[in-house]
């Protein structure tokens, strides 16, 4: 079956009882029991919910995983997948990971769990080979990355994690299974923050963990059980909803973040424009393998910070907001915003960046409203 096809009938089927076309919101903590012991599968809503396993199912088949484990935020994931390591374990994370990957990992996991980590440049494969050491247990990857869209060779990363005996494991947030498949690139998880592409419309917050292997899967399954960190029955069927149209939004904000990318290359004001899609873009013909398309993220730089500034503060369509992936344009400068709490780490960056999440109006009305803001 096609991956639009999974998007809309994995774990989706007609309910038995009446026969909605959509997957009912069981809004319940518990289920009446027959007898004890004797029960349709569910006992507890912490523990499962039929809503729950459907967006499940359906991530699961559409990373082509084993299986998937759905948690109240991309971060309630990350967190809860940390669970799986030891003390003294030591973890690669890249030196643009997501601020809020960092700020676990440095301030949660070091501190209260003893974790050991460095950050690493993962585009250059030397420099990941030298940090993996013998405790080295997850080599953390995001391709693109965030904000300055730098692609990493998933495949070549994964061979030296494996070779180590580490997971490689993919927050796969910014391409989205449709745009990218880690677990087919030798990915042992694959994380998300389903807040973004995968709902798509910024209207919930959620995360998953895609699994490639029983033991894992029922790990953490135990693990969301025992941390409690799920979403809400509401929350899932968003996501369920948004999932169904995830191939026609991808190619719409594929097609609208090119068009944008090429408008911001040809302008004078713009001093730098990161996109994959670009033919200069260092990450290009490693982007044209492993994705379907270039995704919706563009960053670029102004010639100063106070330029950057009042772009931000002058488009109307991009509404001027964190996050990302959802229909509409979003605007944002990192360095004051999503990226303030990594100033003065590894993470830093420039000051003259500008992030957009291009959405999916008419590319026309889009670069009409970025001529006027760069005026
Ligand atoms: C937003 C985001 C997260 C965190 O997800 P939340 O749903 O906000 O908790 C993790 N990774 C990436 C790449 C993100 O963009």
């Known amino acids: 079956m096609e991956f639009e096809t999974k998007a809309i009938h994995s774990g989706q089927e007609p309910e038995p009882a009446y026969g909605s076309v959509n997957v009912p919101i069981y809004q319940t903590s518990t289920y009446a029991q027959e007898a004890v012991g004797k029960h349709k599968g569910y006992e507890y809503a912490r523990t499962g919910n039929p809503t729950r396993t459907a967006l499940e199912t359906a991530l699961a088949a559409l990373e082509e995983g084993f299986g998937a484990v759905c948690f109240s935020s991309g971060m309630a994931a990350e967190s809860t997948f940390f669970y799986l390591l030891q003390p003294g374990d030591h973890v690669i994370v890249p030196d643009d990971v997501y601020g809020g990957t960092y700020r676990l990992v440095s301030r949660v996991l070091a501190p209260a769990m003893g974790i050991e980590f460095d950050t690493v440049d993962l585009t250059d494969l030397d420099a990941v080979e030298k940090a993996i050491r013998e405790e080295t247990r997850v080599v953390w990857v995001e391709s693109p990355t965030n904000p300055l869209l730098k692609i ?7 061979d030296l994690a494996h070779e180590a005996g580490a997971w490689c494991v993919v927050d796969n947030t910014f391409a989205s299974p449709y745009l990218q498949q880690p677990v087919k690139l030798g990915a042992d998880a694959v994380v998300h923050s389903s807040t973004k592409y995968l709902g798509g419309h910024s209207d919930v917050v959620g995360g998953a963990v895609v699994t490639t292997a029983a033991e894992m899967q029922e790990r953490l ?6 941390a409690g960190a799920v979403p809400g029955p509401q929350d899932v069927f968003l996501v369920l909803r948004g999932l169904k149209t995830l191939a026609v939004r991808m190619d719409a904000h594929c097609r609208n973040a090119g068009i944008v990318a090429e408008f911001l290359s040809g302008h004078p004001r713009v ?9 200069g873009h260092p990450g290009h013909e490693l982007a044209g393998r492993q994705m379907r398309g270039f995704g919706g993220m563009v960053s670029f730089e102004t010639e100063t910070e106070e330029e950057a500034l009042e772009v931000c503060g002058r488009t109307e369509l991009f509404y001027l907001a964190e996050s990302l992936g959802g229909v509409e344009s979003l605007i944002e400068h990192p360095g004051r915003m999503t990226h303030a709490s990594v100033a003065g780490s590894p993470l830093e960056v420039p000051p003259t960046l500008v992030r957009l999440s291009v959405g999916i109006e008419h590319p026309d009305d889009l670069v009409e409203d970025l001529t006027r803001a760069l005026r």
């Open 271 to 279: 001093k730098r424009v990161y996109y994959p899609g670009l033919p």
């Open 152 to 158: 990493v060779d998933i495949a070549a990363v994964a």
């Open 221 to 226: 399954a135990f693990l969301q059980n025992a």
